[in-house]
RNA sequence: GUGGACGUAGCUCAGCUGGUAGAGCCCCGGAUUGUGAUUCCGGCCGUCGCGGGUUCGAGUCCCGUCGUCCACCCCA
C-alpha cells in the first residue's frame, strides 16, 4: 500500500454524518433570505490582493499575517478570500450596482484564514454573509439583526445573545483613539505585552483584552460612547429603540470593537459561552465608508457574517436534531432472481411518487441482514422481494413502524400499496 | 505566532518501570435452511501518524516532522 496522505491543517472535510446539520443551517438561512427579500450573488474565492489589503486594513492581523496569498504565473499577487465582504464590495462596484441604488444580498462559502487551528476555528470555513448596500438609516441595522434572530429562532438555537456598540464615524474615532493613546500610555507600566503592541497598531483592541490584570485599568479609559458625534449617538439610538421594538435583548458592550478597520457606527455580535473560546457566532457591522475606498460612489453599507462550522457545532452541542432524511421506503432484495425484479420495483416507485424516498436494498445479504439494513435506515414501508416473489410476480408489503399485517401485492399493485401504508403513517 | 496536551483497529479507548498489540462498539456469518429487539457463538479489521536515533529488542525512551485539541493571539 502506498503512504496516506494527510489533510492539509485546518482543512476539514464535511462528513456525511454531519450534512443535515449543515443542510439545516443552510436551507433555513436561505428561505429566511429569501423571505426578507434578499438576493444571492456567488463570487470567486479568488482575489488580487490589493482588495484585501484596501478593504480589510494593511496593518490587521488578518492582512499581515494569515492570508493565502501567492503569485499567479503573471507575477500577480493573489489571494484566497480572508471574508466576503470584500469581495461582495468589488462585485458590486465591478457590476454597477452602486450607482443610486439599494441593495440586499447574500453569498456564502468557504473562507481561508491561516490561523492556528482551535475547535470552531480553521483555515478553511464557511461563512453566510449578507450585505445591504444603500440604505442609511438604522432601520437596516434592525432588520439585519431581526434576521439573524429569527434564524436562530427557526434553528432552535439558544445560548447566545447579542452584544451591541457604536464606532461612530472614522473622524470620531480618530479622535477617541487619540485619548485612548493618551490615556494608556500615562498607564504603560500597567499594559502586558499584547496591549502593548496593540497601542501602536490598534489600540481600540486592549479595551478587548480578555487579561484580567488590566480590566480595573481598562474599565477606567475613556468611554468611545462619550466622542459619539450627535448623528451618530441618534443612529445608535435608534437602532436600538428599534430592537427594542422587536423585541430583541441586547446589551450594550462599549469594549465591542471589530478586527476589521472599515466598520463605521454599528457593529455587533453574536456570542455563546457554549464553544470555549472561540465565541463569536455571527457579527457583523456598518462600513460606510468602506466603498470609496475601494473605488465606488460613496454608498452606505452594512452587513454580517455567520461561521457555519460555529453554528453547527453549536446546534451539536445543544442537541438540536434537524429534520430526518430517513427513505419512505426500503426495498428489501434477497436472491439472484429477486435483484432484477426488486431494482425495478424500486425504479417504479419513483415513477409512481416522484418525492418518494427509495432505498435498493443492493449489495446481497439474507433476509436478517436485509431487515436490519431497512430497519437501520429509518424507512417506514418495506417492500420484500425475494426469489420467490420475482417468480410469482409478487411482492410483500410492510409497515416497519406499525404493527401490521404483511400483504402480498402482485407488482402493478404495490406503490398504491406502499402509498396507503405511508398514508397511515403521517397523512401524506 | 506563543505555551501546553495528544496521535494505537472504521469509532471510543486500554497497553504499568522497553520484550514484536488488546477490549467495547460497528460490520459480516450463524443459533429449526425467508423477516428488524435482546442474548449467545464465530469471524473480519492494525506496517501503534510519518521519518530518524538509542537498544540484542520500542507502541512504550530521544530527536525531527505532519496532524488534532486547549489556552493566548486573532476572529466567523
Same mark, same amino acid.
Given at each position: 500500500?502506498?503512504?496516506?496522505?494527510?489533510?492539509?491543517?485546518?482543512?476539514?472535510?464535511?462528513?456525511?454524518?454531519?450534512?443535515?446539520?449543515?443542510?439545516?443551517?443552510?436551507?433555513?438561512?436561505?428561505?429566511?433570505?429569501?423571505?426578507?427579500?434578499?438576493?444571492?450573488?456567488?463570487?470567486?474565492?479568488?482575489?488580487?490582493?490589493?482588495?484585501?489589503?484596501?478593504?480589510?486594513? /494593511?496593518?490587521?492581523?488578518?492582512?499581515?499575517?494569515?492570508?493565502?496569498?501567492?503569485?499567479?504565473?503573471?507575477?500577480?499577487?493573489?489571494?484566497?478570500?480572508?471574508? %466576503?465582504?470584500?469581495?461582495?464590495?468589488?462585485?458590486?462596484?465591478?457590476?454597477?450596482?452602486?450607482?443610486?441604488?439599494?441593495?440586499?444580498?447574500?453569498?456564502?462559502?468557504?473562507?481561508?484564514?491561516?490561523?492556528?487551528?482551535?475547535?470552531?476555528?480553521?483555515?478553511?470555513?464557511?461563512?453566510?454573509?449578507?450585505?445591504?448596500?444603500?440604505?442609511?438609516?438604522?432601520?437596516?441595522?434592525? /432588520?439585519?439583526?431581526?434576521?439573524?434572530?429569527?434564524?436562530?429562532?427557526?434553528?432552535?438555537?439558544?445560548?447566545?445573545?447579542?452584544?451591541?456598540?457604536?464606532?461612530?464615524?472614522?473622524?470620531?474615532?480618530?479622535?477617541?483613539?487619540?485619548?485612548?493613546?493618551?490615556?494608556?500610555?500615562?498607564?504603560?507600566?500597567?499594559?502586558?505585552?499584547?496591549?502593548?503592541?496593540?497601542?501602536?497598531?490598534?489600540?481600540?483592541?486592549?479595551?478587548?483584552?480578555?487579561?484580567?490584570?488590566? %480590566?480595573?485599568?481598562?474599565?477606567?479609559?475613556?468611554?468611545?460612547?462619550?466622542?459619539?458625534?450627535?448623528?451618530?449617538?441618534?443612529?445608535?439610538?435608534?437602532?436600538?429603540?428599534?430592537?427594542?421594538?422587536?423585541?430583541?435583548?441586547?446589551? #450594550?458592550?462599549?469594549?465591542?470593537?471589530?478586527?476589521?478597520?472599515?466598520?463605521?457606527?454599528? #457593529?455587533?455580535?453574536?456570542?455563546?459561552?457554549?464553544?470555549?473560546?472561540?465565541?463569536?457566532?455571527?457579527?457583523?457591522?456598518?462600513?460606510?465608508?468602506?466603498?470609496?475606498?475601494?473605488?465606488?460612489?460613496?454608498?452606505?453599507?452594512?452587513?454580517?457574517?455567520?461561521?457555519?462550522?460555529?453554528?453547527?457545532?453549536?446546534?451539536?452541542?445543544?442537541?438540536?436534531?434537524?429534520?430526518?432524511?430517513?427513505?419512505?421506503?426500503?426495498?428489501?432484495?434477497?436472491? /439472484?432472481?429477486?435483484?432484477?425484479?426488486?431494482?425495478?420495483?424500486?425504479?417504479?416507485?419513483?415513477?409512481?411518487?416522484?418525492?418518494?424516498?427509495?432505498?435498493?436494498?443492493?449489495?446481497?445479504?439474507?433476509?436478517? %441482514?436485509?431487515?436490519?439494513?431497512?430497519?437501520?435506515?429509518?424507512?417506514?414501508?418495506? #417492500?420484500?422481494?425475494?426469489?420467490?416473489?420475482?417468480?410469482?410476480?409478487?411482492?410483500?408489503?410492510?409497515?416497519?413502524?406499525?404493527?401490521?399485517?404483511?400483504?402480498?401485492?402482485?407488482?402493478?399493485? #404495490?406503490?398504491?400499496?406502499?402509498?396507503?401504508?405511508?398514508?397511515?403513517?403521517?397523512?401524506?
Amino acid at each position: 500500500m502506498n503512504p496516506t496522505i494527510q489533510p492539509l491543517r485546518g482543512m476539514n472535510d464535511v462528513l456525511p454524518a454531519d450534512m443535515p446539520w449543515w443542510h439545516f443551517l443552510e436551507s433555513t438561512a436561505h428561505g429566511l433570505l429569501d423571505a426578507y427579500g434578499y438576493q444571492e450573488i456567488r463570487l470567486p474565492l479568488l482575489e488580487q490582493t490589493t482588495l484585501f489589503k484596501r478593504a480589510i486594513g /494593511e496593518y490587521t492581523d488578518i492582512v499581515e499575517k494569515e492570508m493565502f496569498s501567492f503569485d499567479d504565473r503573471d507575477g500577480d499577487s493573489l489571494t484566497l478570500r480572508p471574508e %466576503a465582504t470584500a469581495s461582495l464590495v468589488r462585485a458590486a462596484i465591478s457590476n454597477g450596482l452602486l450607482h443610486n441604488q439599494r441593495h440586499r444580498l447574500w453569498t456564502a462559502g468557504p473562507m481561508f484564514r491561516g490561523e492556528r487551528p482551535q475547535k470552531g476555528r480553521y483555515r478553511q470555513f464557511h461563512q453566510i454573509d449578507v450585505e445591504a448596500f444603500g440604505f442609511v438609516g438604522p432601520d437596516i441595522d434592525a /432588520e439585519l439583526i431581526s434576521l439573524s434572530a429569527r434564524l436562530w429562532q427557526r434553528l432552535g438555537l439558544s445560548k447566545v445573545r447579542l452584544e451591541l456598540n457604536s464606532l461612530g464615524t472614522p473622524e470620531s474615532r480618530l479622535v477617541y483613539r487619540e485619548r485612548l493613546v493618551e490615556y494608556f500610555t500615562r498607564h504603560h507600566a500597567l499594559l502586558d505585552e499584547d496591549s502593548r503592541r496593540r497601542l501602536q497598531g490598534n489600540p481600540l483592541r486592549i479595551l478587548d483584552s480578555k487579561n484580567p490584570e488590566l %480590566a480595573e485599568m481598562i474599565a477606567a479609559a475613556p468611554a468611545l460612547e462619550a466622542s459619539l458625534g450627535d448623528a451618530c449617538r441618534a443612529h445608535f439610538d435608534g437602532l436600538q429603540q428599534a430592537l427594542t421594538d422587536a423585541g430583541i435583548a441586547y446589551t #450594550v458592550n462599549p469594549r465591542l470593537v471589530r478586527g476589521l478597520d472599515y466598520y463605521s457606527r454599528t #457593529v455587533f455580535e453574536w456570542v455563546t459561552d457554549a464553544l470555549g473560546s472561540q465565541n463569536a457566532v455571527c457579527s457583523g457591522g456598518r462600513y460606510d465608508g468602506l466603498i470609496p475606498l475601494l473605488g465606488g460612489e460613496p454608498t452606505p453599507a452594512i452587513g454580517w457574517a455567520l461561521g457555519e462550522e460555529r453554528i453547527v457545532l453549536l446546534m451539536q452541542e445543544l442537541g438540536i436534531s434537524p429534520p430526518g432524511v430517513q427513505p419512505d421506503v426500503f426495498v428489501v432484495i434477497v436472491g /439472484e432472481r429477486a435483484s432484477r425484479a426488486g431494482l425495478a420495483m424500486a425504479e417504479k416507485l419513483r415513477d409512481a411518487h416522484p418525492g418518494l424516498k427509495v432505498h435498493a436494498g443492493l449489495g446481497g445479504g439474507g433476509f436478517k %441482514a436485509q431487515f436490519k439494513r431497512a430497519d437501520k435506515s429509518g424507512a417506514t414501508v418495506a #417492500v420484500i422481494i425475494g426469489d420467490d416473489e420475482a417468480d410469482r410476480g409478487v411482492a410483500q408489503v410492510k409497515h416497519l413502524r406499525m404493527e401490521t399485517a404483511q400483504t402480498t401485492c402482485a407488482f402493478a399493485e #404495490v406503490p398504491l400499496q406502499v402509498a396507503a401504508l405511508l398514508g397511515a403513517t403521517d397523512g401524506r
